[in-house]
């Protein structure tokens, strides 16, 4: 089987190097790439290396970056604009930013200053959950050091460029993550994700041109600079290249963040994760985060960590967060669970999502608990149709596909919880 | 007026309770202000520092009860309606009065199947009472949070929206809920990364198969 993450037994990590001593100032080349497109590159110029590496959002949208910077608007000087680091980071197996921020936190912000240089904004807002409380103390005194450094502020290393990095500390809800909500977030406002368009490269924070983008992805931004798009692209599979952070989790004997090149078969990730704990079978993968649809084990041969792959597969990439089930698990407590997520998440502006989020729990329970009927299945699937693509944001259509598929690829779990009788004879013996 | 307005079918929350705050409590001190001035020096306009003022307020005050808001939209000078609305809408900002350590179970999926609501249903068979509650003594409240980012060291849970405390067994809970009776609040852990564990040695938990949990109910309300 063609592997598209290559020689992925000897790959050298960018990311997260392995690091001795926890928190040093700069683990990248004391902001090198920084320096480098600085002094070497126009703004124009990074924004096309960017592009030309083939880099993805990793927020879970992979969206090209370098396309996304290049529909800021020209630079008017009178009109402020800016960058947000989205490291809200809430999807359910997800924690690849907090490992950045714990051990590599002056990449982001270098990653952050490039980026800023390539949209010419003067100020980027790094939006951290505030659960994360121990990581934004960490990333205070970090982001402190690097300003006494002169590496962030006035006149960055007497180039002449000036930036500004603000933390902002959310304060617990999902939805922030999504991008037009965590700029209402930070606009001091309840965190109602907008209506798109426009987007937020035309009117974001405060109506300014903004460009948002996930902390991982601008952690991916200084290597870019310093070996070249051309080495970037080379990396993983060639539809969404680079280096990826798997966050592996459930029932596998070595859970953790691992650095890889993206296009990693599943199989393989297992194996690098000491497989399956207690020896069991796999039964199920979420291959990326909760919003995702989740796989059996009999889809998972030879399918790659990469977005055309995972299609294929009827999956997506998401955040690369992959979560392993064993033979053991109950899908239909699964879904309960998601599906109270999503109920407890939603932000309430739009009554499909609202509403539907509420029904999809309250039926998944009663199916759990074992008084649901089989038609309950099809009025859950019915409930996906009416949901998706009618809400202002996306966590509609997160919250119906995995219960739209969970249903589809377990269906016999989930009838063997329902109820025996059909409504039919029951009322006949009544 | 119609009958149903002056009787209303649901009872609607007090809009005006008591204060828990008197008047002199209720001031910000010269250096929080000047920590104020700062956050709000960071944003076009001064309703980007909400969030922060808000932590620092609950900081100070424990919790949020509507004097402490009308203190902040006083500060910032901004509406109330809009620091209340913002302090509802985030589940971090405590509106009522919690114990001295709050302790947030993660039961999202990763933790689930590990185990997460054995961790929450030990803790309320231990401290008696149920997630959402606080115990008599006022010393701990369970509550039951989604996905807090850490689901490769599952199950875990949050002290009082600070440290983190992961892989949790049984008699982890037991030391835990000892220290911070006696007044010690966990400190930072750093999580070894996996591709470094055979060289530096691992901080992981090592007795995975100790779980047995993870068909467990997804039901707080299960110990009812
Ligand atoms: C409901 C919802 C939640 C999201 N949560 C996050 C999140 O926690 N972190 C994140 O980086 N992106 C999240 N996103 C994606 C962002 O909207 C946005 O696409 C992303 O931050 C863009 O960055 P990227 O292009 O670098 O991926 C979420 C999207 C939706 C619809
Ligand atoms: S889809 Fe849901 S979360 Fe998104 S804006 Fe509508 S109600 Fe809010
Ligand atoms: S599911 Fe518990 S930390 Fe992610």
């Known amino acids: 089987m063609a592997a598209k993450a290559g020689n992925w037994q000897s790959y050298k990590r960018v990311l997260l190097p ?55 608007p020209p630079v008017d000087p009178d009109v402020p604009r800016f960058l947000c680091c989205n490291g809200d980071e809430s999807e359910p197996g997800t924690y690849k930013d907090r490992q950045l921020m714990e051990f590599n936190p002056h990449q982001i912000f270098e ?27 960490l990333m205070e005194e970090e982001l402190d050091k690097a300003y006494a450094a002169n590496f962030v502020g006035e006149n960055i290393m007497g180039s002449g460029f000036s930036a500004d990095i603000i933390l902002h500390k959310g304060a617990g809800a999902y939805i922030c993550g999504e991008e037009t909500s965590l700029m209402e977030s930070l606009e001091g406002k309840r965190a109602y994700p907008r209506i798109k368009p426009p987007f937020p490269a035309q009117s974001g924070i405060w109506g300014y041109p903004t460009t948002i983008n996930n902390a991982d992805t601008l952690a991916c931004v200084p290597p870019i600079i310093a070996h070249g798009a051309e080495w ?40 690098v994760a000491h497989g399956m704990r207690a020896d069991k079978k796999l039964k199920a993968v979420v291959p990326g985060g909760a919003s995702v649809p989740v796989l059996r084990a009999d889809m998972i041969d030879g399918v790659t960590m990469d977005a055309n792959s995972l299609r294929a597969a009827g999956s997506m990439l998401g955040t690369a967060g992959l979560l392993f089930l064993d033979e053991d698990t109950d899908m239909v407590s699964f879904l309960r669970r998601v599906t109270r997520f999503y109920h407890h998440e939603s932000c309430g502006q739009c009554t499909p999502c609202r509403d539907g989020t509420g029904w999809m729990e309250n039926l998944v329970t009663r199916i759990d608990e074992g008084q649901g009927n089989t038609r309950d299945l099809d009025l859950l699937l019915d409930l996906c149709d009416q949901m998706e693509g009618r809400t202002v944001c996306a966590l509609a259509d997160a919250a119906a596909w995995p219960v739209r598929n969970t249903i589809k690829r377990f269906r016999a779990d989930f009838e063997a919880k329902c109820r025996k009788a059909i409504w039919a004879t029951e009322t006949k013996a009544a | 007026m119609a009958d149903f307005i002056k009787n209303p079918v649901v009872a609607l929350p007090d809009r005006d309770p008591a204060p828990h705050f008197s008047e002199e409590e209720l001031i910000f001190t010269a250096e929080e202000k000047v920590r104020i001035a700062r956050w709000v020096a960071q944003y076009p306009t001064p309703d980007g520092a909400v969030m922060w003022t808000l932590w620092l307020a609950q900081e100070k005050f424990g919790f949020l009860p509507p004097e402490v808001l009308r203190l902040v939209a006083a500060e910032l000078g901004i509406p109330y309606a809009q620091v209340y609305g913002v302090a509802t809408f985030y589940t971090q900002y405590f509106k009522e009065k919690k114990g001295r350590y709050v302790l947030d179970v993660c039961t999202c999926f990763s933790c689930q199947f590990t185990g997460g609501y054995d961790v929450l249903h030990y803790l309320e068979k231990k401290l008696g009472v149920h997630a959402g509650e606080t115990t008599p003594d006022g010393c701990f409240t369970i509550q039951e949070v989604e996905c807090l980012g850490a689901c490769g060291s599952a199950p875990m849970l949050q002290v009082s929206n ?57 039901i707080a309300e299960q110990t009812r």
């Open chain 1, 18 to 72: 392995p690091v001795r001593d926890l928190h040093r100032l700069s683990v990248y080349g004391d902001y090198g790439a920084l320096r480098k497109a600085l002094a070497r590159y126009s703004p124009k110029e990074v924004t096309e290396i960017v592009k030309a590496s083939g880099l993805k959002g990793r927020g879970g949208a992979g969206f090209p970056t370098g396309l996304k910077w290049s529909f800021m």
């Open chain 1, 111 to 137: 990653g952050i200053l490039i980026s800023n240089y390539a949209i010419s904004a003067k100020a980027c807002y790094l939006y951290i959950r505030g659960e994360f409380a121990d990581w934004i103390t």
């Open chain 1, 232 to 271: 970037f692209a080379a990396i993983g599979a060639p539809d969404h290249p680079g280096p990826l952070l798997y966050g592996i989790s459930g029932h596998v004997n070595r859970p953790g963040v691992y650095e890889y090149p993206s296009g990693m078969l599943i199989t393989d990730l297992l194996e």
């Open chain 2, 162 to 218: 600070g440290p983190y405390v992961y892989c949790l067994t049984p008699a982890k809970i037991d030391a835990l809920l000892d220290a911070l009776k006696a007044g010690r609040m966990p400190g930072f852990t750093s999580v070894t990364l996996p591709q470094d564990e055979d060289e530096m040695g691992g901080n992981r938990r090592t007795d995975a198969d100790a779980s047995i949990s993870y068909s467990t109910m997804p």
